[in-house]
């Protein structure tokens, strides 16, 4: 089994989403490249505004072109957005309910850049902001199609991206759609519930399971929120010793909260593993790296079931069964020196 | 309606002393209020209205409605306090009023020009109602959300350059007051719009040099403002805020960049009896009956001089 690499997915795609709806316009601010649109400021110089950093007036600035009917799409850093301006994004872009689309990146550990980089918190703060829509990225197909499912909302959208080497984990002609999950194995012992590039960890995780006998039902999840997919409920319920949750954000208030929301709502009275940044910042380091500190790779989600059945399943690190990446032409290791 | 008179300076003075009365008697009868940032801003809203602002007129004065909701996927087709301007048209003029905390004194101006019902603030700080204490964008005159201060001039930007991207020979006006100047996202938004060449971007800022804890010089200094202003690659003229003429060459004035209009005012201006309790004017409270019925005689001898119709 293969997994096709794609390189910076987001680049080319925007430039040609955008081609035929003038009303997007680009706001920046001093993280051009480092958002992958700097060719798309070369594409459409008239639709592109460096906002300088200051990230308080871009939110504001964003919320006065979406009230004069353009749509504009902010490229940073997802921590810059919701920590730095949140006021400007609760009171002047979400409260009036604006069709503003922020595009976030690095979501989580995805980043060496350490604490000051890392957005572990942003989907439960997110969450709670009235008006908001939240979508998550796990894959290229979900980077090329995430843009339509934001463009159709009429109100903010936020949504955590991933950039450079991206895996393509779903087929394109399976798009990305609002408030739909992705079901992406079947089982009955345990529903594994990820988001993001947990998807890519859990998958890894459950083809071991499941050669222990364990049957994994995995949806990936790319809506937070709304969270209401018919799907989810039938899930949790069908869940035989429970849930596990994977997620690369802190356990609190987030997609392992959602589910113990509904899990607590509709009375289901089920187990649940939270697997994600355990009330905790984290540092600079690589991906690899912090997602085995912190147990957010495959073999932490095989602890997070173990955990749940309350037994050990003998797995171990090298037992994964892994994926042979094949990466396209351009170099990966060009990314890693744009990680920044 | 203030008396339309034979010069707009007389016709501009009438509306300026009517927002005074008319906030000072809603404030009496209320038992308290923002009575200071009438006496400071009555010039400068009178002159928005009567003179500077390109809006397109109102059939009839609005009655304010309910509240209805906040705007979300539950208020379709919501309203903003932008109705009370006309609808907007590519060479008119919008207003943006970024100090929520003058909104009573934005609604007596709009009665005075004729765009909110007489009888509108009967439904100040009433539930149920939209004509909040700090004005929401449902309230009357309001477009945005702007409680939360310094958030106008960086919206007011984005309107500037979504207007210039059409070719829109009208101009976008915001209103603020000085102490909003020590929240950093109005340097963000100056030097941006600025950047971005926002010739069509006008502010007039009420420096009266008051805000919640008292004078703005004990707070947290802004001086030199109009330098500073300037310095963030905006034109300034400093006028006398309550001197019509120079509010008016200061607003006309031509300029390639946002120009900022830094109006000195003064906060008891009419109702002297508030320098009494400077600097702790941000909102009046009486101490004892008796203050209170100085108060009531000195708005006896107002209104003995402002007619209101």
Redesign the interface.
């Given at each position: 089994m293969s997994i096709e690499m794609v390189v910076r997915p987001h680049v080319q795609n925007f430039i040609d989403w955008a081609r035929d709806k003038p009303e997007v316009v680009v706001l920046s601010a001093d993280l051009t490249n480092s958002s992958e649109v700097g060719r798309w400021r070369d594409a459409y110089p008239d639709r592109f505004?460096?906002?300088?950093m200051?990230e308080?007036?871009?939110?504001?600035?964003?919320?006065?072109?979406?009230?004069?009917?353009?749509t504009?799409y902010i490229h940073t850093f997802a921590v810059f957005i919701y920590r730095r301006a949140y006021?400007?994004l609760a009171?002047?872009v979400a409260?009036?309910?604006l069709r503003v689309r922020m595009i976030g990146f690095l979501p989580g550990i995805l980043t060496p850049g350490g604490v000051t980089h890392q957005a572990i918190e942003d989907v439960a703060i997110l969450r709670a902001t009235?008006?908001m829509t939240v979508l998550e990225t796990g894959d290229a197909t979900e980077v090329e199609s995430v843009l339509d499912v934001a463009q159709a909302v009429?109100?903010p959208v936020y949504v955590r991206m991933l950039r450079g080497v991206v895996p393509r984990l779903f087929p394109r002609t399976d798009p990305m759609r609002l408030d739909r999950v992705r079901v992406v194995a079947e089982g009955s012992d345990v529903a594994l519930i990820t988001s993001g590039i947990e998807t890519e960890e859990g998958m890894r995780a459950v083809r071991t399971l499941a050669r222990r006998g364990v049957g994994v039902r995995h949806l990936h999840v790319s809506t937070h929120k709304p969270f209401d997919d018919p799907e989810i409920l039938a899930t949790l319920a069908g869940a035989r010793a429970g849930i596990v949750t994977a997620e690369n954000h802190t356990i609190v208030g987030g997609l392992g909260s959602a589910v113990a929301e509904r899990i607590a709502e509709a009375g289901l009275g089920k187990r649940l593993v939270r697997i994600g940044l355990r009330d905790t910042y984290a540092h600079g380091a690589s991906r690899e790296h912090l997602a085995r500190e912190y147990g957010l790779d495959a073999i932490g989600i095989v602890r997070g079931v173990e955990r749940l059945l309350g037994e050990p399943l003998g797995i171990d690190a090298v037992d994964l069964v892994d994926d042979a990446p094949v990466t396209p032409s351009a170099s990966a290791s060009a990314e890693r020196s744009d990680s920044l | 309606m203030a008396d339309r008179s034979a010069t707009w300076q007389a016709d501009t003075r009438a509306v300026a002393a009517g927002i005074r009365r008319r906030v000072f008697e809603h404030v009496l009868r209320n038992g308290e209020g923002y009575v200071s940032q009438a006496c400071s801003a009555a010039e400068m809203l009178a002159m928005l209205y009567t003179r500077t602002l390109r809006l397109a007129p109102l059939r009839a004065p609005i009655r304010p409605g309910p509240f209805v909701g906040v705007p979300g996927p539950r208020t379709p087709g919501y309203l903003t306090g932008a109705i009370y301007h006309g609808p907007t048209a590519p060479d008119l003029d919008r207003f943006i009023f970024s100090p929520a905390q003058y909104a009573l004194a934005l609604y007596a101006t709009l009665i005075e020009v004729g765009r909110l019902a007489p009888d509108g603030l009967d439904d100040f700080n009433r539930d149920g109602g939209t004509v909040e204490m700090i004005g929401a964008e449902h309230s009357p005159g309001i477009e945005s959300t702007t409680g939360s201060l310094a958030q106008a001039l960086s919206q007011a930007a984005g309107i500037a350059l979504a207007r210039r991207l059409r070719g829109e020979a009208g101009l976008v006006w915001v209103m603020m007051s000085d102490g909003e100047f020590e929240e950093g996202q109005t340097w963000e938004a100056l030097a941006n719009a600025a950047f971005h060449g926002l010739a069509n971007l006008r502010v007039v800022v009420d420096a009266n040099g008051q805000q919640c804890d008292g004078l703005v010089s004990a707070v947290g200094n802004l001086e030199p403002l109009a330098d500073r202003i300037r310095a963030f690659g905006a034109s300034c003229d400093e006028v006398d805020g309550h001197d019509l003429d120079a509010l008016d060459a200061a607003m006309r004035r031509p300029s390639d960049r946002p120009h900022v209009v830094l109006a000195r005012t003064d906060p008891t201006r009419g109702v002297p009896l508030l320098a009494e309790k400077a600097p702790l004017i941000h909102t009046l409270r009486f101490v004892s009956p008796d203050e209170r019925a100085r108060y009531q005689a000195a708005y006896e001898a107002m209104a003995q001089e402002v007619e209101l119709r």
């Open positions: 505004f460096s906002m300088g200051a308080q007036n871009m939110l504001g600035f964003a919320a006065g072109l979406a009230r004069e009917g353009y504009p006021d400007q009171m002047s409260y009036p309910n009235p008006n009429d109100g | -």
